[in-house]
């Protein structure tokens, strides 16, 4: 599977893609608002499980690398968890290297994907939660058309602190 833009290449994860995974799952700029930096068992596990075929009645998440069309160059993953049934959404998640952001690239493939969730795999909604204060991220979803449904009151344990995460839904028909 593969999604196309501008500039960009969206591509399931391979086992070739191992050095990116690990890469954005170390930056610690990249991190700050997802979690402490994981323990290389743990990424190495992640990394397993999302190399597994992906359908929208998946149990685990769909992940892509985006990379520079032209060069190949690694910048970051995106992808999305299904709950297909019975409310036929998806969760969407990125996360760019550190020293790729501020450049429009997460905007330009989560448009690529939000597309694609929608004409090809027939979800009705699409959703992201943001850590509050994470306004990079919540301006990439903004641009998408994603809407701010809510903030979750201290809904997420962040390096021992309870923290509020913003709720972003976009329906098929926005």
């Known amino acids: 599977m593969q999604l ?18 690990q890469q954005v799952h170390s930056d610690a700029v990249s991190m700050q608002y997802i979690s402490a930096v994981p323990q290389p068992a743990d990424v190495r596990q992640r990394f397993q499980t999302r190399l597994q075929p992906w359908q929208t009645t998946s149990l685990h998440m769909l992940c892509l690398t985006i990379k520079l069309r032209e ?19 998806a969760e969407v998640g990125y996360s760019l290297l550190s020293q790729q952001t501020g450049k429009g690239y997460g ?3 989560l448009g690529a994907l939000a597309d694609w969730l929608f004409t090809e795999c027939c979800f009705h909604k699409l959703k992201a939660q943001v850590v509050e204060g994470n306004w990079p991220s919540r301006r990439i979803l903004e641009k998408n058309g994603f809407r701010l449904e ?3 009151r201290e809904n997420y344990l962040l390096r021992g602190e309870w923290v509020n995460d913003w709720l972003f839904g ?5």
């Not at 196309?4 to 995974?21: G, I, N, S, V």
């Not at 976009?170 to 926005?174: G, I, P």
């Open 4 to 21: 196309t833009t501008e500039r960009l290449l969206l591509a399931k994860l391979q086992p070739e893609d191992w050095p990116l995974f």
């Open 170 to 174: 976009k329906l098929e028909s926005d």
């Open 150 to 152: 809510g903030t979750l």
């Open 107 to 109: 905007s330009e493939a």
């Open 71 to 89: 060069s190949g160059e690694p910048l970051g993953l995106i992808g999305a968890n299904a709950e297909w049934s019975p409310w036929r959404q």
